[in-house]
């Protein structure tokens, strides 16, 4: 069973950052947050990841708590092509990745 | 140049049916893996290979088996199809078990009438 909490959908205005949340309370100290996301009718894309400190690459920035009890993955500048379901996913690094139901995002022109 | 790939694309078949999906990267990866996303587009792990040898292999009935001849393929072998076997099956690669990304394919999507 996936390890995390996501809404079911968000909508976020075109050029605006799409701010999208993530709970994840029983989180144990080893392990990582991950971030995919799947755009329509493609595969998985992975996005970011992080295990305590907050993460940046070329995609998105990841913000975990201090407690790391929940997350928030940032798209600073939301398109169109941005609209996917998102994964919020909780593992030890050498574990299987378990999907859950994902946050359905609307990039909304 | 595809870094993961699959054929066919989409699947037609009969109940009871064999079939076979097939899954190849380019990207010197040792780990391989098969996914399945149903109807409810829940998507579960199904087998992983690593270096051709099964490390992972989620109950999944042995109707279905995996086949790596080296390790740039990963194909699916589907026995005695039957109508619950309709989904999206996606093959993933990544550079060794414990690394942190996972390489999505395309996705095979296939239908049992």
């Known amino acids: 069973d996936a390890k995390t909490t996501q809404p079911p959908s968000m909508d976020c205005a075109e050029g605006r950052a799409a701010n999208l949340p993530c709970n994840h309370s029983?989180?144990?100290?080893?392990?990582?947050v991950y971030w995919y996301r799947q755009i329509h009718s493609q595969g998985p894309q992975y996005i970011i990841h992080?295990?305590?400190n907050n993460e940046t690459n070329e995609m998105a920035s990841l913000i975990i708590t201090e407690d790391r009890k929940s997350s928030t993955l940032i798209l600073p500048h939301a398109t169109l092509r941005d609209t996917a379901v998102y994964y919020c996913?909780?593992?030890?690094?050498?574990?299987?990745?378990?999907f859950g139901k994902g946050t359905r995002l609307h990039i909304l022109p | 140049d595809t870094a993961v790939s699959q054929t066919p694309k989409y699947l037609v078949t009969q109940m009871g049916n064999d079939k076979s999906i097939k899954c190849e990267q380019n990207?010197?990866?040792?780990?391989m893996y098969w996914y399945k996303q149903d109807s409810k587009k829940f998507l579960k792990i199904m087998f992983s290979?690593?270096?051709?040898?099964?490390?992972i292999n989620e109950t999944v009935p042995n109707r279905f088996s995996p086949k790596s001849p080296d390790k740039a393929h990963l194909n699916l072998h589907i026995n005695s199809l039957e109508l619950g076997d309709s989904a999206v099956y996606f093959c993933?690669?990544?550079?060794?078990?414990?690394?942190?990304?996972?390489?999505f394919g395309p996705g095979t999507r296939l239908t049992v009438l």
């Open positions: 029983t989180i144990s100290g080893n392990e990582y």
């Open positions: 290979y690593n270096n051709k040898e099964l490390i």
């Open positions: 990207l010197g990866h040792d780990t």
């Open positions: 996913i909780v593992r030890v690094r050498d574990d299987k990745i378990i």
């Open positions: 993933a690669s990544s550079p060794m078990v414990s690394t942190d990304t996972q390489y």
């Open positions: 992080g295990l305590k």
